[in-house]
């Protein structure tokens, strides 16, 4: 079973906010929760990370639940170039390794 | 910062011929790097991991005798498919990890197109 859960796709109006979920019910204490995104042909792109806290960077805000068992990703305000898969994995520890799930195509309409 | 080259960015060759691709970190050094491979609309899959100095570890499925990882320094990995062949036509995709950094995010090369004819 996949570690993480989320909707094969979603899509947005360019200009608004785009809020992707992620359920990830079987997260352990010391993981923490990543989101990452690939464009067409690239290669994957960190966007953010948490463990419990909130947290916001430049590119996106980051909701945990309290339970942390669920996240969501916020992109304040979706442009055309934000259209990509978008994955969430939790992991953590020393040797922690990331494996993906099917992720999220959003796609951003003009 | 963290930036992640990969070599060569598309390859081509015939069938029983050997590839290596390349995977370099630029400006920092990595003591773990992944490889993943993707085939057209699925999802990454982890092929193994490489820590400096020491024998990869592949994931299950993985043919270690194929792919051969070599990480012979803190700034470069090579992932090698020795006799190529059709079915090995794919994207595959390294990221690293920084020294000491143990829940730092994971930074990616752009990735090699493999077509193997």
């Known amino acids: 079973d996949a570690k993480t859960t989320q909707p094969p796709s979603m899509d947005c109006a360019e200009g608004r906010a785009a809020n992707l979920p992620c359920n990830h019910s079987?997260?352990?204490?010391?993981?923490?929760v990543y989101w990452y995104r690939q464009i067409h042909s690239q290669g994957p792109q960190y966007i953010i990370h948490?463990?419990?806290n909130n947290e916001t960077n430049e590119m996106a805000s980051l909701i945990i639940t309290e339970d942390r068992k669920s996240s969501t990703l916020i992109l304040p305000h979706a442009t055309l170039r934000d259209t990509a898969v978008y994955y969430c994995?939790?992991?953590?520890?020393?040797?922690?390794?990331?494996?993906f799930g099917k992720g999220t195509l959003l796609t951003v309409n003009p | 910062g963290a930036v992640v080259s990969q070599h060569p960015s598309r390859v081509i060759c015939k069938s029983g011929t050997s590839v290596k691709i390349e995977c370099r970190s630029l400006d920092f050094q990595a003591t773990t790097m992944f490889w993943y491979r993707q085939f057209p609309k699925k999802s990454l899959m982890l092929m193994a991991t490489?820590?400096?100095?020491?024998?990869?570890?592949?994931e299950q499925g993985v043919e270690k005798d194929k792919f051969l990882i070599n990480h012979a320094s803190l700034t470069l990995s090579t992932l090698t498919v020795t006799s190529a062949q059709p079915e090995d036509s794919s994207f595959y995709i390294c990221?690293?990890?920084?020294?000491?950094?143990?829940?730092?995010?994971?930074?990616f090369g752009n990735g090699t197109r493999l077509t193997v004819t």
């Open positions: 948490g463990l419990k």
């Open positions: 990221s690293a990890r920084g020294r000491g950094s143990t829940n730092s995010p994971l930074h």
């Open positions: 994995d939790n992991s953590g520890g020393s040797n922690y390794k990331l494996t």
């Open positions: 490489s820590n400096e100095g020491s024998k990869a570890t592949y």
């Open positions: 079987t997260i352990s204490g010391n993981e923490y």
